[in-house]
């Protein structure tokens, strides 16, 4: 038998706004508007909120002095700046309240509470400055469009994090954990810029060939400004795999979103010298003698920088206080661009886009490169793992303190000569925590793709009349034809984790975006 669950629940919102306007000669023009918004997603003591804005422009080119300009090299050009505020209320309904879930117990269906009240929560308000050019050159075939902003997130709609002992922490078990308070615990900061340009590159009214362009690229720069009005306050971030106590995310105060956050690879230990020379990880022996190659460090395993103690200063220990930014998988720009030709009855569009400089956590490597079960697939790069030789073959034992083997020997074990490992040694278990959150899995998350392409041929209207119609057009489609990246994943648009909140950039198995071909027909009575 199949048990098929279902919840409904209801939510309303009104707005009030009014708007004046005001245009002199189509020059100066200027605009204030003002809403009243409710939702019902907040309690009765902060449901109703009030958001201003208001914008002027200034379009030069229709000022008597630009007369005596050529019109033809600039048709048209205006000024735009504007302040405004908009309200989010995009909150799941009466988390302002405490609601109850249904649970089953030894005794039978039960009730516990979901999550804990709220009832000041309010609007989120989002308050943006812009500043805008528009520019028209050669009557109008080259368009320009300049966009800075600077937009300010705050009482930003979040839970609150709460430690693990409240049991209402992310790694908490979700089935029956206690649903932190959402509230307004935040303010983020974003400034960038935008510039697009729209350009007939090829111009024939007759039937022969047409070119258009439009390109728009985006600069986007984002800091958490206060959380919380504490100084030390941060956001955490944690993957899918709740319960592991892996945090994969830091944002911290000054600092940009969503940051990746773990150590820092310093190669692999080649022998018992290495290992003594380094800084000593959570399973060095602790009289630094009684090592195992299944329960310590060992010959090629991972090592990783001492980059700070408990009071700030390299302690000679590996430890949490030796985590730290490893990489940001916000972009530091985005740019797409579309070209449309057109030819008698074909045309042809071509869509593509890309990010560059952001950085993707992939997670799916770590699982598919940590060698620490006989039982999973792993990936290609793992046979030049690193492997381990004997120092002096002509040693013998008698299995005197558990070594029976040369490799069971830490004296007498090192890496093979004039290898690179690309991954560490294989054991099961992995007692040094090999694939902890690291560098060693964050790559490049740059990419450029052919996104969409369009071919379309329409048929002459003395055919189409004949059968009482007025366009047909058959059309090819592909989508996602081509990707350039060094990304190793199997998709470099990853984007934000929709399992757990404050996670952007992580790739652990997302389905990627397929390649698509398709055939259409378009019919105009």
């Not at 309303?12 to 708007?19: D, I």
């Not at 692999?268 to 060095?284: E, V």
């Not at 302690?315 to 797409?336: A, C, H, L």
Request: hydrophobic residues 30%; charged residues 20%; neutral net charge.
């Amino acid at each position: 038998s199949m048990k098929v669950g279902y919840n409904f629940g209801s939510a309303a919102m009104a707005s009030f706004f009014t708007r004046l306007t005001y245009n002199y000669d189509n020059r100066y023009m200027a605009t204030y508007t003002y809403r009243y918004d409710g939702s019902s997603n907040f309690g009765p003591r902060r449901r109703w909120a009030g958001f201003h804005a208001a914008a002027a422009s200034w379009r030069f080119t229709n000022e008597q002095f630009f007369k005596n300009w050529n019109a033809d090299v600039i048709s048209d050009g205006k000024i735009r700046i504007g302040w405004g505020q908009t309200g989010n209320s995009d909150i799941p309904g009466y988390r302002w309240g405490s609601a109850i879930s249904r649970m089953p117990t030894g005794l039978g269906a039960g009730y516990r509470q979901y999550n804990i009240a709220n009832p000041y929560i309010q609007w989120e308000t989002q308050t943006q400055w812009n500043f805008g050019l528009d520019m028209g050159f050669f009557n109008e075939r080259i368009k320009l469009t300049v966009e800075l902003y600077d937009k300010k997130s705050s009482n930003m709609l979040m839970n609150m994090q709460l430690p693990t002992y409240m049991g209402s922490s992310e790694l908490s078990n979700p089935s029956s954990r206690l649903e932190p308070p959402m509230g307004n615990y935040g303010t983020i900061d974003n400034k960038g810029l935008e510039i697009a340009v729209s350009t007939r590159n090829l111009e024939n009214r007759n039937g022969g060939l047409e070119w258009e362009t439009d390109f728009q690229i985006s600069f986007n720069r984002n800091k958490l400004v206060a959380l919380d009005g504490t100084e030390n306050a941060h956001i955490e971030g944690y993957a899918q795999w709740i319960g592991t106590g892996e945090l994969v995310s830091l944002s911290r105060i000054g600092e940009p979103l969503y940051s990746f956050y773990g150590y820092v690879t310093d190669g692999y230990y080649k022998d018992l010298a290495d290992i003594q020379n380094s800084p000593k990880g959570g399973k060095y022996p602790a009289d630094g003698k009684s090592f195992n190659r299944n329960n310590t460090v060992w010959a090629g395993d991972q090592k990783f920088l001492d980059i700070s103690g408990p009071d700030g200063v390299p302690d000679n220990v590996i430890d949490e206080y030796d985590r730290q930014v490893i990489g940001s998988p916000m972009p530091k720009f985005t740019f797409g661009m579309t070209n449309t030709f057109r030819y008698r009855n074909f045309d042809l569009s071509i869509f593509i886009n890309g990010s560059y400089g952001n950085k993707i956590y992939n997670r799916t490597a770590a699982g598919l490169s940590n060698m620490n079960t006989a039982w999973d697939n792993q990936l290609q790069y793992i046979k030049d793992r690193a492997q381990l030789e004997v120092i002096n073959p002509n040693t013998t034992y008698d299995g005197a303190n558990g070594v029976w083997n040369w490799y069971d020997d830490i004296g007498n074990v090192r890496i093979i000569n004039g290898t690179a490992p690309t991954a560490p040694r294989a054991i099961r278990g992995d007692p040094n925590d090999n694939d902890r959150v690291s560098n060693r899995y964050i790559e490049n998350g740059s990419y450029l793709r052919i996104k969409n392409v369009t071919i379309g041929y329409t048929l002459p209207q003395m055919l189409t009349q004949k059968v009482k119609l007025s366009t047909v057009r058959a059309y090819v489609n592909i989508q996602n034809l081509w990707t350039l990246t060094k990304y190793t994943g199997y998709d470099p648009e990853v984007g934000v984790n929709t399992m757990t909140p404050n996670v952007y950039g992580l790739d652990y198995g997302r389905y990627p975006s397929p390649a698509v071909f398709s055939f259409g027909l378009n019919l105009s009575f």
